[in-house]
């Protein structure tokens, strides 16, 4: 488009000029009514190309964007097309992990199967089978129903379990229901929560380690009595 106007300028160009000549021929020849013809003529055409000369300098101010930059026009055939509205993706930084995606289970779905992931899951419809999310967190929303066993970093319950759940951290709310075995760490239990079942309490790697070392230490003074006993005798 670009290359049309350019030489739609250089064709009114040559034709005012062309026109100029005709007109001071005509004058000179003393033709007057054909002289003004072509003097109308030829400021239509200087007209027709500073008009183009102006469409051909916003047409570059477009192409950059409306930067406003001046351009040569012998650069014209050298700039790249900015198209509009583009997105550019953006890439993860070198060395970033892509965050684990998330899952739903819509209210009204029926899921029958092993869920293992390592993002949230959240439940508002009904899952048949096992759910392993051991460094994410389990959503069983209102109306949301388990049956299988739960494993996770934390457990947030508002809904139905049938199974046995171990997490770091059980939320039974308002509204949730839990039949089966707990294994956890920290527990609580909202007014109008429901629990039926057994429960246990996890071990921590802090307190394991407490107690290898208190098994340690007696062992140490048992071996110390027993040396003290007998340097006595």
Not at 101 to 123: H, K, L, P, Q, W
Not at 206 to 229: E, P, Y
Request: some cysteine; hydrophobic content about 40%; glycine content about 10%.
């Amino acid at each position: 488009m670009n290359r049309d106007v350019d030489e739609r300028s250089h064709i009114f160009l040559n034709s005012g000029i062309i026109f100029w000549i005709l007109t001071l021929i005509a004058w000179y020849c003393h033709y007057d009514v054909v002289s003004v013809v072509l003097f109308l003529l030829m400021l239509l055409f200087f007209t027709l190309h500073i008009l183009n000369i102006r469409i051909i300098k916003m047409f570059r101010k477009l192409r950059v964007g409306g930067a406003g930059v001046n351009i040569p026009e012998s650069a014209d055939l050298l700039l790249p097309t900015v198209k509009e509205n583009t997105v550019v993706a953006e890439s993860n930084p070198p060395g970033q992990e892509d965050k684990p995606a998330n899952t739903v289970i819509a209210s009204g779905v029926r899921f029958e199967g092993d869920i293992n992931t390592g993002g949230m899951v959240y439940v508002y419809g009904t899952i048949t089978g096992n759910i392993e999310s051991r460094e994410g967190i389990v959503k069983v929303m209102r109306n949301g129903l388990v049956e299988g066993n739960i494993r996770s970093r934390e457990l947030i319950v508002d809904g139905q379990i049938k199974g046995t759940c171990q997490a770091e951290s059980i939320d039974v709310c308002e509204n949730g229901s839990i039949d089966g075995t707990l294994s956890y760490v920290s527990l609580a239990v909202k007014k109008g929560g429901v629990f039926i079942g057994q429960a246990s309490l996890l071990n921590t790697p802090q307190q394991t380690a407490n107690i290898v070392d208190l098994k340690n230490d007696n062992t140490a003074q048992g071996v110390k009595s027993g040396k003290d006993k007998k340097m006595t005798n």
